[in-house]
């Protein structure tokens, strides 16, 4: 079992910056596929981006592609998302999630074996 711990969000004006973190639990994570997912009031979850165990493939949403960078540690066991030029739709709780598998399949789907609590991103006008 991995579990993951996000930190980072918070309350930010729009144009700015946030960094958010996937502290995961276990080693293992440094084989599986990590990814970000978003999930905005009153709307349902979507994915965000997504990195191989290596971090030689990513993905993006074209929502955040140009903006977001999404990274990871496999010595500390951790991911990234560095969020910048953030807007009010940008608002969101933000998960991470993890598995093995390539990273088109966190585009297209949600059955993934671990997931975080998430973390609240608000950006302001």
Not at 113 to 120: D, V
């Amino acid at each position: 079992q991995v579990q993951l711990v996000e930190s980072g969000g918070g309350l930010v004006q729009a144009g700015g910056s946030l960094r958010l973190s996937c502290a995961a639990s276990r080693r293992t994570f440094s084989s599986l596929t990590m990814g970000w997912f978003r999930q905005a009031p009153g709307k349902e979850r979507e994915f965000v981006s997504a990195i191989s165990w290596s971090g030689g493939n990513t993905n993006y949403a074209d929502s955040v592609k140009g903006r977001f960078t999404i990274s990871r540690d496999n010595a500390k066991n951790t991911g990234y998302l560095q969020m910048n030029s953030l807007t009010p739709e940008d608002t969101a709780v933000y998960y991470c999630a993890a598995d093995f598998g390539d990273v088109a399949r966190f585009r297209y789907s949600y059955a993934l074996n671990y997931w975080g609590k998430g973390t609240l991103v608000t950006v302001s006008s």
